[in-house]
């Protein structure tokens, strides 16, 4: 590939060309009914209960002009009216068989106000065991898991150690492990904007689909920003910090005009998927001012200008980065949190079984869902220290076969085989590291790179005439 073409298409990387054409809504199925829910707090909601299982109830609810599923734990509802019929209480276990959801629309959080207050009865996270086995759900608690998107360091790259295939990989992971909740701790100081789209469509597409999902926000900057920004329920860490989105290409310019212009509007649309206005992620990406006003029944309105809002947010000359204050003085974090029974308490849930196996050095259990995003991080960074080896001992063999007898060079193409196979499995493993070590897209690696690679290696195992 000529290196103009590289520097193109890795500018293009950087720049995150690739734009929502619209954000894909899945059609709601057939629900199994209405009913009137009275929670204990006094509030009632009224909708379709879409999923019943061992005395938990997930409801959905018209908000606004849009609708939510909302996840109710026994604790907190008092009675449910089903179809106008009589008034049933869910202090245990529903009657009759558990129901799979027939839903297609994502599970939305339930509404969490910012300083949710500690709840006494809070228990301490219970681990399930993760032995490969499907666990058996305690009745009427739901399980949670924590999945790791970046661990810091220099493993936290997006692109690179933060990638959508692991995650949509550990999907039937979660399932088997009967997983109701998934938190993703963000551990990133960003990467590759071209990975954005991909983990905004799983995350969106396939987890708030099939659980309550959650981000813990320890450091997300940049594409992490970008990334978490699908998710509508966001904790934070006490020094959590989240924004610092501007995109660059090349030797570090500042993205502009026409590309610039496709990433705000990419980032508009996946503002919408988070229930996210679009004001904060356009301040995080441009130097634009912002404020805000909360008014007295806790609703916020931002301005685009320094001025207008009681809280000014971010001044003219910077890009905006929330810090865990700031973010939950504008309600765009529900609360924040140091530990998992922190998290628990403001997630408003008196009870939570954290799924997965204690290990040390580690705050959460790890689930096999977790385990599989460490491994990948893993075999990422080991790959990432031996490839340009892969790839200079191959070149190398290739180079030695030519004027060989037969018996060395099929010695040889065995060799070059070994290398090439090692490199197939590095990019099987991560499909970007085509675009990083040869400027060739993913879909298109097989055809510019492994076809000529093993027609060379083939020619090696052909017989010298004699």
């Known amino acids: 590939m000529k290196t103009s073409k590289v ?15 619209g954000v894909c809504v899945p059609v709601s199925a057939a629900l199994a009914g209405t ?71 994502p599970t939305a959080p339930a509404e969490q106000p910012a300083n949710a207050p500690a709840t006494p009865s809070a228990t301490a996270a219970t681990p399930a065991g993760s032995s490969g086995e499907t666990q058996p759900r305690k009745s009427g608690v739901p399980r949670a898991a924590v999945i790791t998107l970046g661990e810091g360091g220099d493993r936290d790259k997006v692109g690179v150690y933060m990638m959508a295939k692991p995650l949509r990989d550990a999907i039937p992971l979660l399932k088997q492990e009967n997983v109701d909740i998934v938190v993703f701790r963000i551990n990133s100081g960003g990467g590759a904007l071209l990975e954005i789209q991909k983990l905004s469509d799983v995350i969106y597409n396939d987890y708030r689909k099939n659980f309550r999902t959650v981000a813990w926000i320890d450091y997300a900057i940049s594409a992490a920003a970008m990334t978490s920004h699908a998710i509508e329920e966001i904790y934070f860490t006490p020094e959590g910090a989240y924004g610092a989105c501007t995109g660059w290409s090349g030797d570090l310019v500042a993205v502009k005009d026409r590309d610039l212009e496709q990433i705000l509007f990419q980032m508009e649309k996946i503002s919408t998927r988070g ?87 580690f705050m959460w259990p790890i689930c096999r869902a977790e385990q599989m995003q460490i491994d990948f991080r893993e075999k990422t960074a080991r790959d990432e220290q031996q490839f340009d080896e ?43 590291m085509a675009i990083f070590k040869f400027g060739i897209m993913p879909d298109k690696f097989r055809e510019e790179w492994v076809e000529p690679t093993e027609k060379k290696i083939k020619e090696m195992t052909k017989k010298e005439k004699k």
């Open 7 to 21: 520097k193109s298409l890795l500018a293009g990387l950087l720049c995150g060309c690739a734009v929502l054409s």
């Open 35 to 105: 009913a009137q829910i009275t929670l204990k707090d006094g509030t009632v909601l009224e909708g379709e209960i879409v999923r019943e299982l061992e005395g938990i109830v997930w409801i959905k609810i018209k908000s606004g002009k849009s609708e939510e599923t909302r996840m109710l734990t026994p604790d907190e509802v008092k009675s449910i009216a089903r179809d106008g019929g009589a008034t049933k209480p869910t202090s245990g276990p529903t009657s009759g068989p558990a129901t799979e959801p027939k839903q297609d629309k």
């Open 275 to 361: 229930n996210h206005p679009f004001e904060i992620m356009r301040a995080m990406q441009i130097m634009e001012p912002l404020s805000a006003t909360v008014s007295s029944s806790g609703d916020v309105t931002f301005y685009q200008d320094e001025t207008s809002g009681d809280i000014l947010l971010n001044p003219k000359d910077r890009v905006l980065t929330f810090n865990s204050q700031t973010a939950a003085q504008v309600k765009f974090s529900a609360g924040t949190a140091t530990t998992l029974d922190d998290l628990a308490k403001v997630m408003q849930l008196p009870e939570i079984e954290w799924v997965g196996v204690k290990k040390p050095g």
């Open 390 to 432: 892969y790839v200079q001992t191959l070149n190398q063999v290739l180079g030695m076969g030519q004027g060989q007898d037969d018996e060395r060079r099929a010695k040889l193409a065995g060799k070059a085989r070994e290398c090439m196979n090692k490199i197939l499995a590095a990019v099987n493993n991560n499909p970007n």
